[in-house]
Nanobody, 130 residues
Framework: QVQLVESGGGLVQAGSSLRLSCIDSRRTFSSANMAWFRQAPGKEREFVAGIDWDGSVIKYQDSVKGRFTISRDNAVSTVWLQMDSLKPEDTGVYYC???????????????????????WGQGTEVTVSS
């Protein structure tokens, strides 16, 4: 059974930083496109950042550009989300998501479409106080 396990969330003040981690149990992780989504209280889940299998294609939601950085290390089956200059509006549950292995991004609707992801973590909560 595939498992995506997130960690690194917490309660921080505005302007602080957090680093989220997601460990993927798949042996095919190195061939899978990955992403981070988030869901704020009372709102729908939204795309935050996506990275293709080898890190050559990276996309961000406009509101996090310049503040968040997604990265991965295929040797340890991990994807990270470095979050700097956090704002109260960044508050929410952050989810790691993975596509099935060997799917070229060109064959999908794009990294921001949650329907393209087959595997999801349980989420890690981020709360940013003002």
């Amino acid at each position: 059974q595939v498992q995506l396990v997130e960690s690194g969330g917490g309660l921080v003040q505005a302007g602080s930083s957090l680093r989220l981690s997601c460990i993927d149990s798949r042996r095919t992780f190195s061939s899978a496109n990955m992403a981070w989504f988030r869901q704020a209280p009372g709102k729908e889940r939204e795309f935050v950042a996506g990275i293709d299998w080898d890190g050559s294609v990276i996309k961000y939601q406009d509101s996090v550009k310049g503040r968040f950085t997604i990265s991965r290390d295929n040797a340890v089956s991990t994807v990270w989300l470095q979050m700097d200059s956090l704002k109260p509006e960044d508050t929410g549950v952050y989810y790691c998501a993975g596509m099935r292995a060997y799917r070229p991004l060109s064959s999908t609707l794009g990294p921001s479409h949650s329907s393209e992801y087959d595997y999801w973590g349980q989420g890690t909560e981020v709360t940013v106080s003002s």
